[in-house]
């Protein structure tokens, strides 16, 4: 699925418009954010994250990972932006985060390869300014339900 993105509210309504489609599984989904710095990864998991219900999401990019949690879902925000070796994630535990009718939202995932799980959707983020050109594809059936679930 191809996109553009014409400003920032569109970018936040695609992360909503995401977290609506992956509301409806029953089984965990792993997403990968994949982008320059400042393409919008952030603004997107942010937005997406929200939809749950989430008032105050902030940037893992320090701490690793943020976790969301409430009796309807199960979020973990990953940013491997500061790794220095895909091992750090093994020590955090991370294959515990992947549980029945859980999320991940990985950013940078290309640095956690090997320790992180393989995604269910790849959301590829470019551009600058306003405007984003979008790649969302899938890697697995939930994959394709969510996009199924985005198109319509």
């Known amino acids: 699925m191809n996109l553009v993105l014409k400003n ?3 970018t936040q309504e695609l992360g909503r418009k995401l977290a609506q ?6 089984n965990s989904c792993v997403i990968y954010l994949i982008g320059d710095l400042g393409a919008g990864k952030t603004t997107l998991a942010q937005n997406f994250i929200g939809y749950f219900g ?9 701490t ?3 976790s969301y949690q409430n009796d309807a ?11 220095s ?3 750090e994630l093994e020590y955090i535990g991370i294959r515990e985060y992947l549980k029945p009718n ?18 269910d959707i790849s959301i590829n983020i470019n551009g600058s300014g306003e405007t984003r050109a979008i790649v ?13 679930c985005a198109i319509g």
């Open 136 to 148: 969302i594809t899938s890697q697995t059936k939930t994959g394709k339900l969510i996009l199924k």
């Open 73 to 83: 879902i199960d979020i973990h925000h990953f940013d491997c932006y500061r790794l």
């Open 64 to 66: 690793l990972v943020e």
């Open 21 to 26: 489609c992956c509301s409806e599984l029953e």
């Open 54 to 62: 989430f008032d105050k999401v902030k940037s893992p990019t320090y």
């Open 102 to 119: 859980s999320l991940q939202l990985i950013e940078w995932p290309e640095l956690g390869k090997g320790a992180i799980a393989h995604s």
């Open 8 to 10: 920032l509210h569109e």
């Open 85 to 87: 070796d895909p091992e």
